[in-house]
C-alpha cells in the first residue's frame, strides 16, 4: 500500500503541474481572446469565434491527441506528450475562459466606460482599474465550475501517455487486479476539489466589498 500511494503522489506531482501551467497561461488567453471576439474588427470577432466553436464543439480528448499526433503527421516530428497535453488543456480551456470574461465584460454598464472618459480616465485604464474588478467578481462562480472540471480532465492527459494520477491509478489496477486503486485516485480528486473549491470561497468573500 506504502508502495501504491508513493506512485500516485508522483501522478499526482503530474497533474498539478498540469493544473497549475493550463491556469497560467489559459487565465491570459482566454482575456485576449475575449477581447478579439468581441472587436469591431469583423474579421477577428469572426476568426476567434470559428476557434471558440471549435474548442467547446469538439471532445478534448480528441484536441489532445490532434495535437500530439498531427504535427507528426505533417513535419515528420512530433512535441513530448507532457508539452503536447499543456498545448491542448491551454488551447481549449482559454476558449471556456473566453466566454466567461466576455459574459462578465457585458454584464458591466457602458455608462461606466463614458464616466471614466469624463473623468480623464484612458480607456486602457479605466478597464483595468473599473472594469475588470467588477468583472473579476462576476465571474468568480463560473470561473469556479471550470477549474474544478479542469481539475477532474487532467485524467484525460492519460489518452497520450502522460503518467498523471489517473494513468497510475488504472496501471496499478490492473497490475494487482484490484480498484482500489481507482477509488484512492477518486480521493484523491476529491480533496484536490475540495481545496480548489475552498480557495474560490474565500476569493468571492475577499471580493464582497463590490456588492
Known sequence: MEKLLQQML????VSFQIF????????PLGLLVAKGRMSHIKIISQIVNIYIMIMRGTPLIL?????????????????????AAIIAYVI???????????GGIQSIPKGQYE?????????SHTFTHIVLPQVVKKIIPA???????????????QTIGVAELFRV?????????????????GIFYF???GVVSKAFDLLEKKLDYYN
Open 20 to 27: 497549475f501551467l493550463t491556469l497560467l497561461f489559459a487565465l
Open 169 to 185: 491509478a488504472q496501471t496499478a489496477s490492473a497490475r494487482e487486479f484490484s480498484t482500489t486503486p481507482l477509488f484512492v485516485a
Open 115 to 123: 464616466a471614466g472618459k469624463v473623468l480623464g480616465f484612458t480607456k
Open 92 to 102: 481549449n480551456y482559454a476558449a471556456y475562459f473566453a466566454e466567461i470574461y466576455r
Open 10 to 13: 508522483q501522478g499526482t506531482v
Open 191 to 193: 480533496v484536490m476539489n
Open 63 to 83: 484536441q489532445l491527441i490532434f495535437v500530439y499526433f498531427a504535427p507528426y503527421y505533417v513535419f515528420g516530428s512530433s512535441t513530448d506528450r507532457f508539452t
Open 143 to 157: 470561473m469556479g465550475n471550470e477549474v474544478i472540471t479542469l481539475v477532474k480532465d487532467t485524467a484525460l492527459a
